[in-house]
């Protein structure tokens, strides 16, 4: 069920919500948390397809917040609120409103959002592009617990982890991170199959990947070794590769969907890691709604250097970590990162 609102109020909004759920025979409500969206009109389609299918996990009040802009100077002075209402099937399995915020509305979107909160329920606040520098001192985003950003999206994706870094507040996290966690679970696997002392690393992926930089900020984190960065084609992180004692673990996966796991003494094992859709990596990330830690020393782990030629040092760490990756033939080398933290994140 869908109600278009034209210059209309949060106030109207709720009623709006109040009498859909009536009509449809469901006055009770069963979510679980208020995701709001940040997005444009270009990218609101497919943020809130991706919303919709995590919902199906994650039951939840989804609020787009778009901002027209206007073209003109008077229409710049003039407020309007624009809503649609969904509801049902229309919905996934909770609720959405598309507000679409019109002239000096828009630099006010937090107190149209407010009245909309589900009350006593966390709130989390996803940007799928144009994240604000701070997001914990966006007006937006001080109203939630957990604030997603993507640092792919960014025009310059490396240099975007050093803004993510310099303002960290618990509670952020980012897309790219979250695309790591299947490779970093299956490395620390690994190392619990084959303990040993690791003494250095190899991460393989597309250049302007912020994955790979970070998986290698993992590895040298959590590991206290030299972590080499190389260069691949792709599609994402291709390949993370462990110098052990005991000899070299790899992991490689070179078309984006099977890898091979290869360690010394024992056959090679094809591994499920696919490259997964937007719905997924949200639905990983709504899952939990305290602070990553974890997340919070990989992106801090020399992050500052990675303009300076992406050469890492790891602090002292203990030697057991993941080791995986096979660099392809002709990869550019980039400066050796040292100490990468093994973190939990999102598969890529």
């Known amino acids: 069920m869908k109600i278009d609102l034209t210059e209309t109020t949060s106030s ?5 919500l109040v009498s859909a759920r009536r009509a449809i025979g469901t006055p009770a409500i069963g979510m679980v948390l208020t995701l709001v969206i940040v997005t444009d009109e270009e990218n609101a389609y497919d943020a809130l397809k991706s919303a919709g299918d995590a919902s199906r996990e994650h039951p939840s009040r989804i609020i787009a917040v778009i901002k027209r802009v206007s073209r003109s100077p008077r229409a710049r002075r003039d407020a309007r609120l624009d809503a649609e209402v969904r509801v049902g099937s229309d919905a996934g399995t909770g609720e959405t409103v598309v507000l679409r915020l019109h002239g000096e509305l828009a630099n006010h979107a937090q107190s149209v959002v407010l009245p909309l909160l589900l009350p ?20 937006l985003g001080a109203l939630a617990q957990r604030r997603i950003t993507d640092s792919y999206s960014a025009e310059r994706p490396i240099d975007e982890l050093a803004v993510r870094a310099a303002t960290y507040s618990p509670g952020d996290t980012d897309l790219s991170w979250t695309r790591i966690t299947p490779w970093r679970s299956m490395l620390a696997a690994a190392l619990d199959q084959q303990p040993a ?27 206290g070794v030299p972590v080499e960065r190389t260069y691949s084609d792709g599609p994402g992180l291709t390949a993370v590769r462990m110098e052990t004692k005991n000899g070299v673990i790899v992991l490689d996966r070179a078309d984006g969907s099977l890898a091979t796991l290869s360690m010394q003494g024992q056959p090679d094992r094809a591994v499920a890691l696919k490259r997964r859709e937007t719905a997924e990596l949200l639905a990983e990330e709504l899952r939990r709604l305290d602070p990553d830690n974890t997340y919070e020393s990989a992106v801090k782990f020399g992050v500052e250097k990675l303009h300076a030629g992406g050469e890492v040092k790891a602090a002292p760490a203990a030697s057991a970590a993941s080791a995986e990756e096979k660099p392809a033939e002709g990869e550019r080398k980039a400066p050796a990162a040292k100490k990468a933290p093994a973190k939990k994140a999102a598969a890529k």
Not at 122 to 139: C, F, G, I, R, S
Not at 199 to 223: F, H, K, Q, Y
Request: contains cysteine; aromatic residues 6%.
């Open 197 to 223: 002392t690791v003494i250095g690393a190899t991460v393989e992926g597309e250049s302007d990947n912020p994955s790979c930089e970070l998986l290698a900020m993992w590895l040298a984190d959590r590991l």
């Open 12 to 16: 109207k909004i709720n009623q709006a």
């Open 120 to 139: 006593d329920a966390p709130v989390v606040v996803w940007w799928p592009e144009d994240a604000p520098a701070d997001a914990a001192k966006d007006p």
